[in-house]
């Protein structure tokens, strides 16, 4: 697996890519869990569900399945619950993965643009990243109500690389799972992924990116091999 060519613009997903915010999503999801009178999943559970939205991870956890739907009335009672928890533990158990402010900080020293696409809600996103430390660093920010649409629909990708004035075929996407690698292909992006994310439990390198490296310390030295 290898690169073709060396892009102009890296767009980089959020949650299992820069940050693990699994701990802060599972204390969110017992807590609305014991609130519904429900018994609390674990963090083991909860990790294997992250990655579509929190709307979604709430459908989750009250079904136990990753696509079926809850019945309506529990849905609208849990999501309000989930929503005011998670505002107020949005970043106090989570961390930043090994390599990512290198692996940024080495991009922009290169000349590369940098941005962060993730289906999170702006409302969630932007407290993360500026919790994190790395807000600053990107020149785009993209969330999950940014454009009517998420990954894997090519939308959000495609805004920013408009926003930034970039063919596609000159941008490259980072992420850890399925949805990134789809959003990517149908974006006309390459894409690139780790394999310490969220991705359902399924080995990432079975969707078939680009390239896997194990830390985003170690994607300059990989864009320099590319042509």
């Known amino acids: 697996m290898s690169l073709t060519r060396r892009p102009l613009l890296v767009l980089i997903d959020l949650d299992g890519t820069l940050v693990d915010s699994v701990p802060d999503l599972a204390f969110c999801v017992d807590e609305m869990m014991v609130a519904l009178g429900r018994a609390p999943w674990g963090i083991d559970k909860v990790r294997t569900w992250?990655?579509?939205?929190?709307?979604?991870?709430?459908?989750?956890?009250l079904t136990d399945t990753l696509w079926d739907d809850p019945a309506e009335h529990d849905f609208q009672q849990a999501l309000p619950i989930f929503m005011?928890?998670?505002?107020d533990n949005n970043s106090g158990r989570s961390c930043l993965y090994p390599g990512v402010v290198d692996g940024i900080d080495a991009l922009k020293a290169a000349g590369y643009r940098v941005g962060c696409v993730t289906n999170k809600a702006e409302a969630f996103t932007v407290p993360l990243l500026k919790a994190m430390g790395i807000f600053d660093r990107f020149d785009i920010v993209v969330s999950g109500d940014t454009t009517p649409k998420k990954k894997p629909d090519p939308m959000p990708l495609l805004?920013?690389?408009?926003?930034?004035?970039t063919r596609a075929e000159d941008c490259l996407m980072v992420g850890d799972s399925m949805h990134d690698v789809q959003a990517?292909?149908?974006a006309g992006f390459q894409v690139v992924c780790v394999p310490y994310g969220y991705n359902h439990g399924?080995?990432?390198?079975?969707?078939?990116p680009d390239a896997v490296i194990d830390s985003l310390a170690a994607l300059k030295?990989?864009?320099e091999q590319a042509a």
């Open 50 to 61: 992250v990655g579509n939205g929190v709307e979604r991870l709430v459908m989750r956890a």
């Open 84 to 87: 005011q928890l998670y505002a």
């Open 159 to 165: 805004y920013a690389a408009e926003k930034l004035d």
């Open 184 to 186: 990517a292909r149908n």
């Open 202 to 208: 399924h080995d990432i390198r079975e969707a078939k």
């Open 221 to 223: 030295p990989l864009l």
